[in-house]
């Protein structure tokens, strides 16, 4: 008796290892003046690919804007909450691209595009609906 609740423990301990996938995502980067750029152009290339335990794979591209185009840094990494999901932020100095996606390897664009694989319904369940906040908006634009 003893011998097959072992085996049943066993079973199980070994279905939920096997069970259990990690997203893989490219992780390298990319400084200026570097002179390997397969980071940028061609990750598979790199050979740098990570199981990671975190949500979101990321490719995060800093340019110049003057001289535009420029690339400053490139990062590709895995996390759990990117700074931005998807958006291109600039200021006087720099343009910044952010980019996530949530399947294997989804990371492998070049960045200055969002990425066509993201799930628009992920992470959907953390919003919140506030009841009457609508109503409460409708009556302050009518009384304009």
């Known amino acids: 008796m003893?011998?097959?609740?072992?085996?049943c423990l066993?079973?199980?301990?070994?279905?939920?290892?096997c069970?259990?996938?990690?997203?893989?995502?490219?992780?390298?980067?990319?400084t200026n003046g570097g002179l390997d750029k397969s980071c940028i152009l061609d990750p598979e290339s790199a050979h740098q690919i990570t199981?990671?335990?975190?949500?979101?794979?990321?490719?995060?591209?800093?340019?110049?804007?003057?001289?535009?185009?420029?690339?400053v840094?490139?990062?590709?990494?895995c996390q759990d909450k990117p700074l931005y999901?998807?958006?291109?932020?600039?200021?006087?100095?720099?343009?910044?691209y952010h980019?996530?996606?949530?399947s294997d390897l989804c990371n492998d664009s070049d960045g200055t595009h969002a990425a066509t694989n993201v799930d628009p319904n992920f992470g959907a369940a953390a919003n919140m609906i506030i009841k009457g906040k609508l109503s409460y908006y409708r009556a302050k634009t009518n009384k304009n």
């Open 51 to 71: 199981n990671c335990s975190k949500m979101y794979c990321i490719i995060v591209r800093q340019e110049l804007v003057r001289p535009a185009g420029q690339v």
């Open 19 to 30: 069970s259990v996938t990690a997203l893989r995502c490219y992780t390298c980067s990319y």
């Open 85 to 96: 999901l998807n958006a291109v932020k600039t200021d006087t100095t720099f343009k910044t």
């Open 10 to 17: 066993a079973f199980l301990l070994l279905f939920v290892i």
């Open 73 to 77: 840094s490139f990062i590709r990494d």
């Open 2 to 7: 003893l011998a097959n609740r072992n085996y």
């Open 99 to 102: 980019r996530s996606c949530t």
